[in-house]
């Protein structure tokens, strides 16, 4: 199942001219946020848009996918800005991070309800969570056409309760900036 998902990964991110490394907006509007130090995660990475940011903010850096052409292209990118990443082709679902290990993790469009407790568990203490994904009011490209990978209103606030919340913004489908409709970013913060 894992391997078929990530050909379905390679095969989309072979067919894009061009392969973009944006990070999320949740991870550049609360940079702020991050400690001057310690191990960060890009988990399910794809392009690795977040992974690029933590590294060149000095964290030590990791990036785990399923899509071994969304990894080659990270790595490529990581090279020519100098920058030290540790990539990994990895199964995030089957293979979670192990508990007390990442400072920062970073997950953008990605959601796997099933994970989150071993993506809380991961956080050292003082660990920080900064998550961004589409809700089911998401009605513009892109988003999931699947609605398991859409989040209910406020959902995300309730996956990470026990955490505690830094930074949250969740416009359902009103305002006029189209970018942030039916998108929830939440900084979330593990205190043991």
């Known amino acids: 199942m894992a391997e078929d998902i990530g050909l379905k990964w390679d095969r989309k991110y072979q067919s894009k001219n061009i392969i973009t490394n944006s990070p999320s907006s ?65 199964d995030v679902v089957n293979q979670p991070p192990d508990s007390n290990s990442f400072d920062v993790i970073v997950v953008s469009n990605f959601l796997e309800r099933l994970l989150i407790p071993a993506i809380i568990s991961a956080l050292k203490n003082n660990g920080m969570i900064f998550y961004q994904t589409f809700t089911n009011q998401r009605v513009i490209h892109p988003a999931p056409v699947n609605p398991n990978y859409k989040l209910d209103p406020n959902e995300l606030l309730r996956l990470f309760d026990p955490l505690t919340i830094k930074y949250y913004r969740e416009d359902g489908n009103s305002g006029d900036n189209k970018e942030f409709q039916g998108i929830a970013m939440m900084v979330a913060q593990k205190f043991i």
């Open 26 to 90: 949740v991870l550049t509007t609360n940079l702020h946020l991050l400690p001057d130090q310690g191990a960060a995660l890009d988990l399910a990475c794809g392009p690795g848009g977040n992974a690029l940011v933590l590294a060149e903010k000095g964290l030590e850096t990791s990036a785990w996918d399923l899509s071994s052409v969304a990894l080659s292209h990270l790595s490529q990118t990581a090279k020519s800005r100098k920058l030290s990443i540790s990539i990994a082709h990895r």
